[in-house]
């Protein structure tokens, strides 16, 4: 019971935070794709990955929800500007690795990694750089530095990655809304209850998102409370 009223009061916070920080902090559900304008590849969750620390790649575009991104709002005085770009698939958002964020860190990988509730760190924070269209440069809030291609490749599966600005093809990005269905998970217990393990190593994260990953990844867990 304890885990429990905390999991419900920390949800009734959340809320009530997000709600109170800016009344323009609401996700429209659009779903997009990203199409790198050098390759003509989309931006893709590498084997459709579930886990923390998945690579990001570009690959040619099939549909797939490991190819589908949403964006969510930050909490930033100037949120309207930097979001959270999640991947419909895993539910993890593009993160520099590492926390890679000084002027050394050019061609640091992307991955994907979990969002921490609504207060993203600035290394899961990105702007669309608006280029005419639906054409953007894709800019971390942390480093300034501009997701590419490496080395301007067309390959399927080469590593995305950040990098100082270049004025390259391998720096833009077409956003394309997409159709998806998004539906509800279905009801499932056993999916947290079957051992002792699984409830001490996740959290009101986790089940908010119906995702375990036993890792317990957002603060607490040292306290042991």
């Known amino acids: 019971m304890k885990h429990i009223t905390k999991c419900i009061v ?20 659009k779903v997009y794709k990203f199409v790198n304008v050098n390759s003509g590849k989309a931006l893709d969750v ?9 690579d990001v ?12 991104w949403t964006l969510r709002e930050v909490d930033l005085p100037n949120s309207s500007v930097y979001k959270a770009i999640e991947n419909i698939n895993s539910s993890y958002v593009l993160d520099i690795r590492d926390w890679s ?6 061609n640091q990988a992307i991955q994907q990694w979990w969002k921490y509730g609504y207060y993203t760190y ?10 005419g269209s639906d054409r953007y440069n894709i800019i971390s809030y942390s480093s300034g530095k501009y997701l590419s291609v490496d080395g301007s490749s067309t390959s399927d599966g080469a590593v995305i990655v950040q990098h100082s600005s270049t004025g390259g093809n391998e720096q833009k990005w077409d956003r394309t809304e997409v159709s998806h269905a998004w539906s509800t998970p279905s009801y499932n217990p056993s999916f947290w209850n079957t051992d002792s393990g699984i409830r001490t190593g996740n959290n009101c994260y986790n089940y908010a998102n119906n995702r375990r990953t036993d890792t317990f990844s957002q603060p607490g867990k040292s306290s042991g409370q």
């Open 10 to 29: 920390l949800a009734v916070a959340l809320v009530t935070t997000a709600v109170s920080a800016s009344a323009a902090t609401t996700w429209d559900h």
């Open 46 to 54: 590498a084997a459709y990955s579930l886990d923390l620390g998945g």
């Open 57 to 68: 790649q570009q690959w040619s575009y099939n549909g797939t929800t490991n190819q589908m």
């Open 101 to 106: 964020v000084g002027n050394n860190y050019n």
């Open 122 to 131: 600035g290394h899961q924070q990105w702007q669309l750089y608006h280029l």
